[in-house]
Nanobody, 121 residues
Framework: QVQLVESGGGKVQPGGSLRLSCAVS????????IGWFRQAPGKEREGVSC????????EYADSVKGRFTISRDNAKNTVYLLMNSLKPEDTAVYYC??????????????WGQGTQVTVSS
């Protein structure tokens, strides 16, 4: 059974940092890219970042470039999203998902349940 479990969310002040984790079970990360998404209240879900399983190449939304860093630890079957210089507009539920391909193709299959990130003073 495939499972993705996000953790690490919480409330942080503007300018602060959080590291999200996406623990995967039921399959290996070796053959699937992993993406992070977010959805704020009243807004559509948007892609935040993706990391390839072939060469570790990464992609970021323009809104988070230079502030967020995605990484993976295949030995732990876990993908991370380090979020620095957080802004109130980063407030959302963050989800991870598995790409059907080894590289970031935009076709996602399994999803986690999400973790809430709130940036507020």
């Amino acid at each position: 059974q495939v499972q993705l479990v996000e953790s690490g969310g919480g409330k942080v002040q503007p300018g602060g940092s959080l590291r999200l984790s996406c623990a995967v079970s039921g399959f290996t990360l070796d053959y699937h890219a992993i993406g992070w998404f977010r959805q704020a209240p009243g807004k559509e879900r948007e892609g935040v970042s993706c990391i390839s399983s072939t060469d570790g190449s990464t992609e970021y939304a323009d809104s988070v470039k230079g502030r967020f860093t995605i990484s993976r630890d295949n030995a732990k079957n876990t993908v991370y999203l380090l979020m620095n210089s957080l802004k109130p507009e980063d407030t959302a539920v963050y989800y991870c998902a598995t790409d059907r391909e080894p590289d970031c193709s935009g076709s996602y299959s399994w999803w986690g349940q999400g973790t809430q990130v709130t940036v507020s003073s």
